[in-house]
């Protein structure tokens, strides 16, 4: 005797149709995690690369710059390029022949805004830092609520924004809602 096993086809409509709506009901949700998501990863990387940078310059006792740059020889002030630390030995803010590159990140993605100081950040042999500033990732849509911040102060400390009112928008360092560009 054969058993005979499968859908009908009514079986087969009827999870298709099941499938679709959660696919709709679903789609929306994942594309907000997936925005959220970038502008975290940048901030992350952000945060690490102005850490190694701090790091590098006191455990070699040389000036550390961190800058956007197009090139990875001079440096811009449109922080959606790519991100390079090096050796600034002539504190000049630009990297030559004889400064080596010491870390580099890749341009920022297409969908994430970054605005940050018109000069480099430059960390010296005692950690601190050359400016006080700040920077700002927002997705290109402006919508608040994936915005995040780093900021720098003097002595070198990098400090992230947060959340402290759980209202889902995070602050600056004033209390205020980061406000994207």
Not at 103 to 115: F, P, V
């Amino acid at each position: 005797m054969n058993k005979q096993s499968g859908l009908t086809l009514m079986e087969l409509m009827i999870a298709l149709a099941i499938g679709a709506i959660l696919i709709t009901v679903v789609a929306p949700n994942v594309n907000h995690i997936v925005q959220q998501n970038q502008i975290v990863a940048q901030t992350n990387q952000s945060s690490s690369l102005l850490q190694f940078a701090r790091a590098n310059a006191v455990n070699e006792q040389f000036a550390t710059t961190l800058c956007p740059t197009a090139d990875f020889q001079t440096c811009t002030n449109n922080w959606q390029q790519a991100l390079m630390v090096f050796s600034d030995e002539n504190n000049d803010n630009v990297r030559n022949d004889d400064e080596p590159l010491l870390a580099s990140t890749e341009r920022a993605s297409a969908t994430t805004l970054i605005s940050g100081p018109a000069q480099p950040f430059r960390f010296n042999p005692d950690g601190s830092s050359n400016i006080t500033a700040s920077l700002v990732m927002c997705h290109q849509n402006g919508d608040e609520t994936k915005a995040r911040g780093l900021y720098i102060a003097l002595n070198g400390r990098v400090k992230t924004s947060q959340d402290s009112n759980n209202d889902g928008v995070y602050e600056d360092l004033d209390g205020n809602a980061i406000e994207c560009p």
